[in-house]
């Protein structure tokens, strides 16, 4: 399966994916941690039968600082749009 999408300077470009990840994942909770030479962001579900790993991504330095100025502008332009998003603490997740 095949997605047309804008690329950081507008081009258009084609992602191929299967159909099991064009689905996407759905993740309520994210660990990042680091060496010298990579940042590891593992992607978390926690679910009443315990936490799950969704994905691993590891990326260089150099690209994790991308990856958080592309965060920091969508959420900006989000915000712009929709209201201001309020930042609470972590939750307590209490399974009935």
Partial sequence: MSKESRGPQGQQMQINTGDDMSRGRYSNNVMVTHTAEEFIIEWLFNSPNGIHLVSRIIVSPGHMKRI?????????????????VVSTGPPEQKFH
């Fill in 68 to 84: 958080v100025e592309a965060f920091r502008e969508n959420l900006g332009k989000y915000e712009g749009k929709f209201g201001s």
